[in-house]
Nanobody, 115 residues
C-alpha cells in the first residue's frame, strides 16, 4: 500500500538549517507530485511547498519562499525539504502528502526551532 515516511526533524536554534526527507513506497513515485505541509501547535495544517513529478516545477508558500527548497530523487523515491534560516514560527510537525487516487499522508516529523 502507499506509504510516506518523513525523517530529519529535530531541535535547531533560530537561524539554523534542517533537511527533511520523505520516503515513498507502494506507488510509482516518479509519476506524482509531492507536497510538504506543516501543522504548528494549536493550528490547522498548512501547505508549505509542492514539487512536480519530474522535479522541474516547484511552488512555495510565502512563508517558505527564499528559505526552503523542495527537491526529489525519483530513483530513491524520496523527496526533500531543505530548510534554512529557520525561525521559531517554523516550529511544527512537517508532513509529506501525495494524491494517488486519494490523499495519503505520512506520520510527520517534528521540527522545533528555539529562539
Amino acid at each position: 500500500q502507499v506509504q510516506l515516511v518523513e525523517s530529519g526533524g529535530g531541535l535547531v536554534e533560530s537561524g539554523g538549517s534542517l533537511l527533511l526527507s520523505c520516503k515513498g513506497s507502494g506507488f510509482k513515485f516518479g509519476y506524482y507530485a509531492i507536497e510538504w505541509y506543516r501543522q504548528a501547535p494549536g493550528q490547522e495544517r498548512s501547505w508549505v511547498a509542492t514539487i512536480g513529478n519530474e522535479g522541474r516545477s516547484t511552488t512555495y508558500a510565502d512563508s517558505a519562499k527564499g528559505r526552503f527548497t523542495i527537491s526529489r530523487d525519483n530513483a530513491e523515491a524520496t523527496a526533500y525539504l531543505q530548510m534554512n534560516s529557520l525561525k521559531p514560527e517554523d516550529t511544527a510537525v512537517y508532513f509529506c502528502h501525495v494524491v494517488v487516487n486519494t490523499d495519503y499522508w505520512g506520520k510527520g516529523t517534528l521540527v522545533t526551532v528555539s529562539s
